[in-house]
């Protein structure tokens, strides 16, 4: 014999752990967006402090470097040398973008 309230039970624990799923879900992906653009910045502003040490412009190597879904917010060169990166997170939609600031600086190799 069945009991009549336990009819309909499963669906509502269904209904109340789908929105915390996709909530989690959310914001995993956001956190992946941070690490990816950390990572892409960090590797963008040794490339251009590398290529600021030769002498050349830093500019083109940090767009070089950078994945097109990376946003540059800004490009400074402090008076101390060296090159200040400003990227903003990669969009994940109804999340807001973060800036990522990255600071580097090399030896000059060229006299």
């Known amino acids: 014999m069945k009991r ?25 992906l ?15 502003v040794r490339d251009g402090a590398r290529a600021l040490s030769l002498g050349q412009p830093a500019g083109p190597a940090i767009d070089r470097s950078l994945p097109g879904a990376v946003e540059v ?20 939609g109804y999340l807001p973008q ?4 990255r600071y580097a600086v090399m030896p000059r190799t060229v006299p």
Do not use: C, I, K, W
């Open 98 to 101: 973060m800036t990522v600031t």
């Open 30 to 44: 956001y956190a992946a967006s941070f690490v990816y653009t950390v990572h892409a910045a960090n590797q963008a």
């Open 73 to 92: 917010a800004a490009v400074t060169y402090p008076s101390t040398g060296g090159v200040r990166l400003e990227v903003r997170t990669v969009d994940v």
């Open 4 to 28: 009549r309230r336990d009819e309909g039970s499963a669906s509502l624990e269904l209904v109340g752990l789908v929105p915390t799923v996709v909530a989690l879900l959310g914001l995993m």
